[in-house]
């Protein structure tokens, strides 16, 4: 039996961990709280930003790392993303253990402002932030050290747990900035992608990991409302633009022509099985 070792293995790790157990992999996790790992994912305590990470498997033929930053700090990203990459690295070579394939979750964020332009994965990348910034240090270091591993750059994941917009739609809370493209991806479908591309015979360097619809923020917002019985949060013209990204149209081409498909492929049917997994009725 192959073995995954998923290096930070949070929400998102986790639900890929149980999905590539699943198909049929042994599956290592190693988190900072491995008590909270589900069977069947053997965890492991460890700090992507320590230097000091336990043993890898030498059984380990895939390994996916997944880093989530304590804070969203330009250090803390370093330590987490970079530093954490180089660490699993290094504990690799230290171990000896030389897996057929190696993956790094990294961001939409290394993209710039498109001004409602078409990205995808021969987009130069230009962050607007130090963040991004240090997201696309992490990938370089992965591809000079391992020219074959494969970097999944997502969108803004949301899915259980990542309620944010349904929040704010519901508290009344929600700013409608007018114009202002919006990408994202469910959680399960970017576990999904993470288990696919494991399993490619001959993989791009790159992908990009979002839904089928760049869609204007309004309308995400007015949907939410709808379904939640809501009047539609007004548009607010003083609000500037998004903090959270900007403002481009992200492609899933490359991703959907690998073989993939989305269980989610728009908002639409992500956000309702959100809504009826937090047992919110719809109007």
């Not at 305590?45 to 997944?66: K, N, R, S, Y």
């Not at 699993?88 to 979750?105: F, M, Q, S, T």
């Not at 240090?134 to 309620?163: C, H, N, S």
């Not at 202002?180 to 001959?202: C, P, S």
């Given at each position: 039996?192959?073995?995954?070792?998923?290096?930070g293995?949070?929400?998102?790790g986790?639900?890929?961990?149980l999905?590539f157990a699943?198909?049929?992999?042994?599956?290592?996790?190693?988190?900072?709280?491995?008590e909270?790992?589900?069977?069947p994912?053997?965890?492991?305590?460890?700090?992507?930003?320590?230097?000091?990470?336990?043993?890898?498997?030498?059984?380990?033929?895939?390994?996916?790392?997944?880093?989530?930053?304590?804070?969203?700090?330009?250090?803390?990203?370093?330590?987490t993303?970079?530093d954490?990459?180089?660490?699993?690295?290094d504990?690799?070579?230290r171990?000896?253990?030389?897996p057929?394939?190696?993956?790094?979750?990294?961001?939409?964020?290394?993209?710039?402002?498109?001004?409602?332009?078409?990205?995808?994965?021969?987009?130069?990348?230009?962050?607007?932030?130090?963040?991004g910034?240090?997201?696309?240090?992490?990938?370089?270091l992965?591809?000079?050290?391992?020219?074959?591993?494969?970097?999944?750059?997502?969108?803004?994941?949301?899915?259980?747990?990542?309620?944010r917009?349904?929040?704010?739609?519901?508290?009344?809370?929600a700013?409608?900035?007018?114009?202002?493209?919006?990408?994202?991806?469910?959680?399960?479908?970017?576990a999904?992608?993470?288990v696919?591309?494991?399993g490619l015979a001959?993989?791009?360097?790159?992908?990009l990991?979002?839904?089928?619809?760049?869609v204007?923020?309004a309308?995400?917002?007015?949907?939410?409302?709808a379904?939640l019985?809501?009047?539609?949060?007004a548009?607010?013209?003083?609000?500037?633009a998004s903090?959270?990204?900007g403002?481009?149209?992200l492609?899933?081409?490359?991703?959907?022509?690998?073989?993939?498909?989305?269980t989610?492929p728009t908002?639409?049917?992500?956000?309702r099985?959100?809504?009826?997994?937090?047992?919110?009725?719809?109007?």
């Amino acid at each position: 039996m192959s073995r995954v070792l998923i290096a930070g293995c949070g929400d998102l790790g986790t639900e890929a961990g149980l999905r590539f157990a699943a198909a049929g992999f042994a599956v290592s996790g190693w988190r900072r709280s491995p008590e909270k790992l589900p069977a069947p994912i053997e965890g492991a305590a460890a700090d992507l930003a320590d230097a000091g990470l336990p043993p890898v498997p030498a059984d380990t033929d895939v390994v996916v790392i997944t880093p989530a930053a304590r804070e969203r700090s330009e250090a803390a990203y370093r330590a987490t993303y970079r530093d954490g990459t180089a660490h699993v690295l290094d504990a690799l070579e230290r171990d000896g253990v030389h897996p057929r394939r190696i993956l790094l979750v990294s961001s939409t964020a290394v993209y710039g402002d498109a001004d409602g332009g078409r990205v995808d994965e021969l987009t130069p990348t230009d962050p607007a932030s130090a963040t991004g910034a240090v997201l696309r240090e992490a990938e370089q270091l992965l591809l000079a050290r391992r020219p074959d591993a494969v970097v999944l750059r997502l969108a803004g994941i949301y899915g259980p747990g990542r309620t944010r917009l349904i929040d704010q739609v519901r508290s009344g809370a929600a700013v409608v900035r007018p114009g202002q493209l919006t990408n994202r991806i469910h959680r399960d479908d970017a576990a999904a992608a993470l288990v696919h591309l494991a399993g490619l015979a001959d993989p791009a360097s790159l992908y990009l990991g979002v839904d089928d619809e760049p869609v204007e923020q309004a309308e995400v917002l007015a949907f939410l409302a709808a379904e939640l019985g809501l009047p539609a949060p007004a548009a607010d013209p003083d609000a500037g633009a998004s903090p959270r990204g900007g403002n481009r149209r992200l492609s899933n081409a490359r991703l959907r022509g690998s073989g993939f498909t989305f269980t989610y492929p728009t908002y639409r049917e992500g956000y309702r099985a959100v809504l009826a997994g937090t047992g919110v009725r719809h109007p």
